[in-house]
């Protein structure tokens, strides 16, 4: 006899639908704290986390996600310099491919890995509050995540993203956007302009800010998002 599906995904949505099954859970080991690397599997490149030290309580989680051709490095560096002010512990998860699966060839690949790698992070660490984040193709990628699985998910922080295309919705994330006026590689108008009207239209409360830039997060952006993630939490995943 086939066993039910868990209540927070539906039988026919997995990981080729872009969906996460890792959910937070009292640690049942402990984790060390600083930058920290957790290998995958023979051949991948390892993803990064920062654990700041000291202090009690859960962490926020950030799940932060390159651009193409980047590195986990990179993502880690988008909220680095803030991590330890607002105990956020960080996430870099390296794409399988050039770019997230989503953009190559279909979601599959790079959400196992990023759902392995939550379920490795909630055994060690008290965390209450997911997010997601990222810079061009892991901001595009990054939405098209949270707005997938909004039950875990309840903030996305899109640095000058392309677009949204998730297969499946649950619940409404706050959402975070920043692009640059002046941005060449994903221009502002088909882009942010056209991308935050329809998130709204959805329901998803989002905070917008342009700025006088190309396709770069400027320290600015980076202090306006984090103090916006921190300031104030949503309803709550899948409300």
Sequence with gaps: MTEPAPPHRQPEEDPRHGRLAARPAPPTTEGGTGLVSLPGPQRESPALAYVPAGGDGAYRLVVLLHGAGGSARQGLDLLLPLAD????????????????????????????????????????????????????????????????????VDAVLAFSPGFAAPLVTHGRPRIFVAHGTDDRVLPVDPCSRRLVPRLRSLGHPVEYAEFAGGHEVPAAIRQRAVDWLTAQRGPGPGR
């Design 85 to 152: 002010a607002h105990r956020l512990l960080l996430l870099a998860p390296q794409a399988t491919a050039s770019s997230w699966d989503l953009i190559v060839e279909g979601y599959g690949p790079d959400v196992r890995r990023i759902d392995g790698l939550l379920d490795t992070l909630f055994a060690r660490y008290p965390i209450e509050g997911v997010a997601l984040g990222g810079f061009s193709d892991g901001a595009s990628y990054a939405l098209s995540l949270g707005l997938t699985n909004g039950d875990l």
